[in-house]
Structures are given as structure tokens and as C-alpha cells.
């Protein structure tokens, strides 16, 4: 069975720092791009950041340049986005998911089941 699964979300103060996890089975990662959005309460959909499978070369958004690094681990089928120095507007649901390349628009072919990122004193 084909799945993401992401884990690492909780409640955060501004300043603070996570790391989510999104682990794959049922397909190896490094056959995709991973890709990584939020969705806040009201707002679109954002693509955050992404990992390209051919060269390892990273992307990210304006937002959190600086702040987040996206990072794979093969042997374990898992992609990783570190955030440090999380602010309030970064609370969301972030997604993890398998895409065809990082561009927009994307072209998913998985999506993860989301995990709450709430960054709050």
C-alpha cells in the first residue's frame, strides 16, 4: 500500500523549533520530488518547500528561506523539513507529498495525511 506519513507537528512558542518527518512506503522516495505545503484556516494552499529527486537541489518559499532546511534520508525512506525560528504565521497543517518534479504548478502523485504545526506563547 502506498503511503506518506507525516510526524513531527505540535505546539511550538515563536522562536522555537521542529522537525517534521515524512516517511513513504509502498514506493521509494527517491524516484520523486518531495514537496512540502501548509494550509492555515482560511488561506490557500502554500507550496513551502521541495527537494528535488535528480540532483538534491532544494527550494524554498520567500516566507521561510533561512528558517527551514529540507533534507532526505534514503536508507530510511524519509524526508525531513527543519523549522527554526517559527513565527506565529507559520502555523498550518503542513502536507508532505511525492511530486513528479518541483515546479509550479505541481503534480502530485501522493499526499501525506497532513500533521498541526501551531506556533503560539
Known amino acids: 500500500q502506498v503511503q506518506l506519513v507525516e510526524s513531527g507537528g505540535g505546539l511550538v512558542q515563536p522562536g522555537g523549533s521542529l522537525r517534521l518527518s515524512c516517511a513513504a512506503s509502498g514506493f521509494t522516495l527517491d524516484d520523486y520530488a518531495i514537496a512540502w505545503f501548509r494550509q492555515a484556516p482560511g488561506k490557500e494552499r502554500e507550496g513551502v518547500s521541495c527537494?528535488?529527486?535528480?540532483?538534491?537541489?532544494?527550494y524554498y518559499a520567500d516566507s521561510v528561506k533561512g528558517r527551514f532546511t529540507i533534507s532526505g534520508d534514503s536508507a530510511v525512506n524519509t524526508v525531513y523539513l527543519q523549522m527554526n525560528n517559527l513565527k506565529p504565521e507559520d502555523t498550518a497543517v503542513y502536507y508532505c507529498?511525492?511530486?513528479?518534479?518541483?515546479?509550479?504548478?505541481?503534480?502530485?502523485?501522493?499526499w501525506g495525511q497532513g500533521t498541526q504545526v501551531t506556533v503560539s506563547s
Open positions: 507529498a511525492a511530486d513528479l518534479a518541483c515546479g509550479i504548478p505541481p503534480v502530485v502523485e501522493y
Open positions: 527537494i528535488s529527486s535528480s540532483d538534491g537541489t532544494t
